[in-house]
């Protein structure tokens, strides 16, 4: 690096003589106008070059970024100043007028202005919108080197080679410029006035004050963004200060330093500074209120022209000989430690602070460091001793220092560091309670200090050691530029070293585990004892790093946040707009420090990274439930999982059956593959199946590819080697009706069938062979035939000698009645898991509908997932294969070659297209629908279920008449008749829920009013068995069901309890009033609960018990309804409100709010423990667990499955 | 020139059979045909009156009788009468000895698919000659096997030298109604057309017609034509069958009713049988499940 020591340089480029610069206020761009006429644009934080803009003739010295739109303008010595747009890529347009060299162009901050400075010694404003030249402003009488618009007022500031300074007053030419309606008359007349005293006409802008002072010419002049004052840098290598006030100007103070031309000078945007270049190389900033050098930055070759400030970050850029370098005067990266939940760090002010991740609340300031190091350097690190309670803050100014200071007590208010102990070094850390270590660069020595700040040991670290860092206890980690050490305090050795360069930080694991060693463009994750563990490179510049709970590192880039797992894998998190420092991860909030010192929390959706490291871990329960809770189907995730081999899992994702069958094949899941295979049905997805499924031994998939794909050699071969005589006898068949005889000779020969060889050679004239074969097998009278055939004697032939005829072995096991053993496919727990997840099956349910026994337990309730046990060979999981609906049918029993055969139809189809128990019973399979509604409601009891299942199952074929004489043609009735896709077509439902609603239900209602409860149980019961078996058209159509069903399951109840009271013996009074109050509870539509409660009340009235009876009354009044009930109701009322006491007491309490036990009718009270049935919803006391649901007599009480399932 | 063709002699005969006009086709006057065509026009109206239910009458008729034709349609009425085994016997050796007599291809193709040999009826029928009866059972029995694909293929095949012949349009109609959406609406027209014009309408074409609307999602059509049906013919087994489909879709309170008609009807009807068996699967595989307490 050319530039001197300290300077911090984030970007350089190497060209030309760079004349002019402007940053992008928004983007990290930075325009550059160079003297070999080229305008170039870089990026500075990606360092790489954008655009290249030429089309000035000769230097271009003056550039500018429009504030807010896509421009940009420049002025060059051809004397033209061009507005280009960046988007475009183009010049605009061309302002003329100029008669010499254009110095400098800007902007105006919001009027669509231009001004530009020229060495024809004037200054002249443009109008770009317009494309006009408002105003020109003589006075100067040499060259203009610069000119600028004031940030707010109507000012412009000029400097000249005739050594003035000159500010410009331009009101009148925004007043002249603005809407004339704003005037008003008197204005008008002054303005007119104002016009005419102007002797030259020169009347928009006016010369308010001329700066004298320099005794050369100046080169360059700038506003202070905020006050009122002005910076010139002049050939008499000064840079002058200048106040001015309404009604004049005065010089304040000049910084003398330069010795060489000063070309350049502006304030810091935000801070009390001045910065220049010139000619003798450097770089100076000085304080702006003592006028005194802070720094003082020297390039070794280049002399410097022009120098910029970002209007926002603190980032700064100087033109020089050789291009531009681009660059920050301070570090930025606040001092910051984390201790358990608490952050400390130092603010901009240098006030040390804490903040608490728990609470998210910042603390007041515990501790002022003003008098640490310089003014102008802020803190480099804060290590933090919680036993202590103290800070150790190091400081680059003075050439390294750092300080111990206690951090005051709990709400003492902010304290000047009064007791500190203090002392020279680079790097400054705790290594334990009471001992930290100190870093001596230039002496190159490790100092271990006790709180006393008294050495206790010294040691010389590994030679060029840069920076130390904790290393563990009783470790230290030592940086050195090529390597890290892992260093031993007792010892004093190193234990470790790892080759890695330019390490610049170090952050360990919440669980100390692992430290992630951050380079510039390198993050090295190393274990405790340094063995690197994984490393990835970053193009872009890595920034900060700090540690998830679960082993995962998250890291900033300028301007990303990226994870890596501790196996490399890496990706991006989310985007950054400016630079933070992390400092936690907690949940979805990741924490860090923006680079003005201030706690922020960024959002972020862990769930790429956490799903990544499950896989690695092969935490199937949290992959599950990831896939569950986000949607994380998507191409990368898909590439990622087949990247790191794990297809069957991708597989689980993908639609595409192209992509469906490549991973298929490579998981060798040869079912799906033969699915895709068949959807789409290629030649070349036929030749790789039945090569994996030859590997796999699977003969039947093999088969039915050969069959495809008219392999008739192959077939013949492969029925050769199965044994399957039948197959290759119907190959010959086929071989002669197709007329090939090689395939013909071929498959008799597999057979051994001699005759029918000697009887094609003799179809082909080949009597030659077909003799010899005759002769070879001793069949003379074959023989015979063929040699009258051809007229022949034997005397006239000339025979070799024969050997033995082959025939060809026998099969002696039928192996092709069954596949040969198979190569295990890797269908993993995981996979098994999901493809009950994706039939929404819960996982513990599964072990149990296949009477394994795996029993329901408890814990089973609230998230079934928990149950997907880690235990890889949980025996319940086998079950996981009769899930998969047996879809080969039809396949692999193609038996004649020419792909005849018998197709799955369309009812086959239902049950695979669809996860619904409605689909599977329609139809035909009963089994899986059975299977589906136990895993979704625990249904046992299935025989109620019957009259549905037929129904649903008679609805669905109808018989077509077609040729006389043979049956009907079976056709499937489907849902939608639009629908024609296979893959979606589903069968109709009757009865389906609007129906059961408008039909059925109103039925009930209807019986329920008529007091027939037998005949509405029944009805009822049918809605909860047609509504089990069901399905609906839009996911938002679920809720009704469900309505439909409670609703169902409370009339169920309470004709049931009701009935259960009138087959009671009336004698037993108290439970008969029980029922009676009972029968009030269920959920019923209101008009029915009135009946009940007109029942109930009439009963208590007539046994006495007048309180419980009251609160009916008052029940049937706050229910409203015919003023008939309501009269009966206030009557009754009025009548127990006299004597409100029970003559029976009954279990009943009016004030409590419960349930009904469906099975024994008794209270269940809100608080204490019931089991219900998964389908309806009818509660029960646990007692009742496991017995069928009283209720829809179909389901297991307290089997808790994933809930029913009406719509795919 | 082919006698079935537009101008030839037996297209009016061969156009009722397939129309399932059955009687009509019993009661064609014969005797003007010329001679080479007097054997298909009796094979016809043998067959016509096997679907009549008169297969003991036509078993008589054809007893002793040498031509292969007649033979096959013995076959057939032998199946008719369930003598299934006999039938496909016959057939079978017909097959082997005349496999290029249409009639044999055809009927003795009927009686080999309807005795669940497809493959071997489909290698029969494989040997015909531009017939299109031949095509149209080819493509039922694909259909029967859930080839949809080779159904079509035949269908499109047979399009492209038939033309707009009544048996393509038929066969094209049964493939679309497997295929739907846009299909069950143009098998509805053919049907429609065939069921409405009362020159061609029978009880056949009225229950395909009423098919084609059931699986329209149009009830209501549906219902009235398949309650016309009964009115003409009340102990038609299809009609019952697709009436009782359609009640059970409509949730109509006449199924039971229904279900103990078709049983009187045809016992043996598909759609019972099917359902005993499924009948049986389901107490199978209900016995699978219990409760862990029985109450």
Redesign the interface.
Known sequence: MQASSGMLTKFESKSSRAKGIAFHPKRPWILVSLHSSTIQLWDYRMGTLIDRFEEHDGPVRGVDFHKTQPLFVSGGDDYKIKVWSYQTRRCLFTLNGHLDYIRTVFFHHELPWIVSASDDQTIRIWNWQNRSLLCTMTGHNHYAMCAQFHPKEDLVVSASLDQSVRVWDISGLRKKHSAPSSMSFESQASHANQNQTDMFGNTDAVVKFVLEGHDRGVNWVAFHPTMPLIVSAGDDRLIKLWRMSETKAWEVDTCRGHFANASGCLFHPHQDLILSAGEDKTIRVWDLNKRTTVNTFKRENDRFWVIAAHPEINLFAAGHDNGVMVFKLERERPASTVYQNQLFYITKEKHVKSYDFQRNVESPTLLSLKKLGSPWVPPRTLSYNPAERSVLVTTPADGGSYELINLPREGSGVTDATESKRGQGNSAIFVARNRFAVLNTSTQTVDIKDLQNNVTRSFKPPVGTSDVYFGGTGNLLIITPTAVHLYDIGQKKTTAELAVNGVKYVVWSNDGLYAALLSKHNVTIVSKTLEQISTLHETIRIKSATWDDAGVLLYSTLNHVKYTLLNGDNGIVRTLDQTVYLVRVKGRNVYCLDRSAKPRILQIDPTEYRFKLALVKRNYEEMLHIIQNSSLVGQSIIAYLQKKGYPEIALQFVQDPTTRFELAIECGNLEVAVEMAKQLDRPKLWTRLSTEALAHGNHSIVEMCYQKLKQFDKLSFLYLSTGDENKLARMAKIAEHRGDFTSRFQNALYLGEVEDRIQMFKEIDLYPLAYMTAKSHGLEEECQAILEATGLSEEELNLPTFGDALTPPKPIVPTYKANWPTKSTSQSVFERALLGQMESLSLEDEGAAN?VGVEADETAKGDALAEADEDEDAAGWDMGEDIVPEVEE?FVNV??AD????????ADLWARNSPLAVDHVAG?S??TA?QLL?RQVG?????PL?PR???V???S??????????????????RT????DLRK?LP?I??DLE?LTN?DLQQGHRFMKENKLEEGLVVFRNILHSALVNAVGADSEVADAKKLITSAAAYTLAMSIELARRALDPSDLKRNLELAAYFTIPGIEVPHRQLALLSAMAQSVRNKNYNTALSFAKRILANGGSPKILENARKTKAQCERNPNDAVEIEYDQFAEFEICA?SFTPIYSGTAYEECAFDGSKYHTK?????C?VCQVC?VG?HGSGLKLFA | MDPYSAEGELTNIHNH??Q?Q?QEVVDFDVSSLSPENALPARVLQL??R??LGQAEDVLADVQGEKEPELEAVAA?AE??LGNTDKAVEIAESLAQSTPDNATVQI?GG??L??AGK??EA?ALLANHQGSLDAV??IV?IH????????ALKAVVEARRWAQDSLLVN?AES?VG????????QQAFYVFEELAQAPATSSV?TL??QA?AE????RTEEAQAALEQVLKKEPSYA?AI??L??LS????SKQKDELTSSLAQADPEH??LTD?NE??D???K??S????????
Request: no cysteine; net charge positive; proline share 4%.
């Open positions: 009477g039809g038996d004649t792909a005849g055969g018998v197709g799955s139809s369309e035909g009963f089994d059975m136990n249904a046992v009891n299935f025989a019957k299942f037929l129904e199952y008679q609805a074929k109808t018989y077509l008449p077609a040729s006389a004489g043979l049956p009907s043609l079976v056709n499937y009735v489907r008749p639009e629908e024609s077509v109709i009757p009865r129906y039909n099975a009742y667990k496991g017995t069928v009283t297991e089997k | 059979f397939h399932g059955y067959r016509a096997v679907a057939l199946q008719t009927v009927t009686v698919a309807a497809s493959d489909l149209a059972l039922q259909l029967q096997n859930n080839r949809n694909d080779l038929l049964w109604l497997r295929v739907g959406g846009d299909k069950y056949r229950v395909s098919v059931l699986h329209l999602g299809e069958a697709n009782l489909v059970v879709i409509t949730g598909p759609f359902l499924k009948s699967l389901f107490d595989a209900a699978k499940y219990s409760a862990k307490v029985s109450a």
